[in-house]
Nanobody
Framework: VQLQASGGGLVQAGGSLRLSCAAA????????MGWFRQAPGKERELVAA????????YYADSVKGRFTISRDNAKNTMYLQMNSLKPEDTAVYYC????????????????WGQGTLVTVSS
C-alpha cells in the first residue's frame, strides 16, 4: 500500500490547512486510517484516526475541536482539516493505515506515507 501525504506548508497561528493522503490500494475502503505527527525532539504521536466506514473517529486531546479527519473511499483519499493552528502543531505529519478492519485507532499501523511538514508561526 502506497500512501502519499500532501498539503503541508507554512501558516500563521490561528490559520488553517488541509492535509490530504492519497492511497494506492484497491482495499483502501476497508482500512482504518490515521494521521500521526512528530515534532523536532519529540516522540511521534497519533493525532486522529477514522474507521473505514467513517462511523468512528479518534482525536488526540490536543487537537479536539480544532482538527477534523475525513475520508472519501471513492477517491481513495483521507483528509485532515486543521483549524485554529498553534505553534505547537508544528511537526511532520504522516498518514498511516491499518490493514485490520477492526476499529482500534491506537493499535498497530501497517503502512506509512512519507510525511508532510506543517509549520505554524507565532
Amino acid at each position: 500500500v502506497q500512501l502519499q501525504a500532501s498539503g503541508g506548508g507554512l501558516v500563521q497561528a490561528g490559520g488553517s490547512l488541509r492535509l490530504s493522503c492519497a492511497a494506492a490500494a484497491r482495499t483502501f475502503s476497508t482500512y482504518t486510517m490515521g494521521w500521526f505527527r512528530q515534532a523536532p525532539g519529540k516522540e511521534r504521536e497519533l493525532v486522529a484516526a477514522i474507521s473505514w466506514t467513517s462511523s468512528a473517529a479518534y482525536y488526540a486531546d490536543s487537537v479536539k475541536g480544532r482538527f477534523t479527519i475525513s475520508r472519501d473511499n471513492a477517491k481513495n483519499t483521507m483528509y485532515l482539516q486543521m483549524n485554529s493552528l498553534k505553534p505547537e502543531d508544528t511537526a511532520v505529519y504522516y498518514c498511516t493505515a491499518q490493514s485490520s478492519g477492526a476499529w482500534s485507532p491506537r493499535g498497530k499501523y501497517d503502512y506509512w506515507g512519507q510525511g508532510t511538514l506543517v509549520t505554524v508561526s507565532s
